[in-house]
């Protein structure tokens, strides 16, 4: 089983619709969570973290977390072309080595006009 | 402007040579990480460095070192050993603590001539 795992997709969503990206992870430990967006070609840029349970929201994105079902998702809400991009989810498993992130393949989006 | 600065953008390597990567961090930050990423995949941590003088290997060390003399600074070489090289790597860098968001540089591909 990997340690994190993302549907690789594409998921494609009609421009405005809320496009939804799941992730699940195998370490019950793990303590901090993180969605990036990868433009092709591109380096991973920062969206949204969370630590606790629950929802968090930050302009159209809206970052969910359930550690009890071990999933972590990522609304985007009225969805734009430019939001088409591979996100990656990322999982901070806890080793004696600090702050050590465990990334998943990424779900391809695509916002379609 | 702070951020993290990789160079060279691009990089041919011939076959026995050695290369370095150069990453370079204005943002005071005491965590370092290199990452490689092959096409449609996810990012694999290459080596990373919690302070200064002291780092970790991580899931896919082999073929590379690295050196963290200064705070700023954690050049990646790729060596001759590693038979594979071609592919995107990231720097990345990240504050102090288990929680703290990694923040990525531009990258560099890599490509053997």
């Known amino acids: 089983q990997k340690e994190v795992e993302q549907n690789s997709g594409p998921l494609s969503v009609p421009e405005g619709a809320i496009a939804s990206l799941n992730c699940t992870y195998s370490?019950?430990?793990?303590?901090?969570f993180f969605w990036y967006r990868q433009y092709s070609g591109k380096s991973p840029e920062l969206i949204m973290f969370?630590?606790?349970?629950g929802d968090k929201e930050d302009g159209r994105f809206t970052a969910q977390l359930n550690k009890a079902s071990q999933y972590v998702s990522l609304l985007i809400r009225d969805s734009q072309p430019s939001d088409s991009a591979t996100y990656l989810c990322?999982?901070?498993?806890?080793?004696?080595?600090?702050?050590?992130?465990?990334f998943g393949t990424g779900t391809q989006l695509k916002v379609e006009l | 402007d702070g951020g993290i600065t990789q160079s060279p953008k691009y990089l041919f390597r011939k076959e026995g040579q050695n290369v370095t990567l150069s990453c370079e961090q204005n943002?005071?930050?005491?965590?370092m990480y290199w990452y490689r990423q092959d096409p449609g995949q996810g990012l694999r941590l290459i080596y990373y460095s919690q302070i200064v003088n002291d780092f970790q290997k991580g899931d896919i060390a082999e073929g590379y070192s690295v050196s963290r003399e200064k705070k700023e600074s954690f050049p990646l070489t790729v060596t001759s050993a590693q038979k594979n090289p071609t592919a995107f790597y990231l720097c990345a860098s990240a504050d102090r603590g288990r929680s703290q968001p990694q923040h990525f540089g531009d990258g560099t591909r890599l490509s053997i001539l």
């Open positions: 370490d019950r430990g793990s303590q901090s």
């Open positions: 969370i630590y606790s349970n």
């Open positions: 990322a999982v901070n498993i806890l080793t004696g080595g600090g702050n050590k992130l465990t």
């Open positions: 943002l005071n930050h005491d965590a």
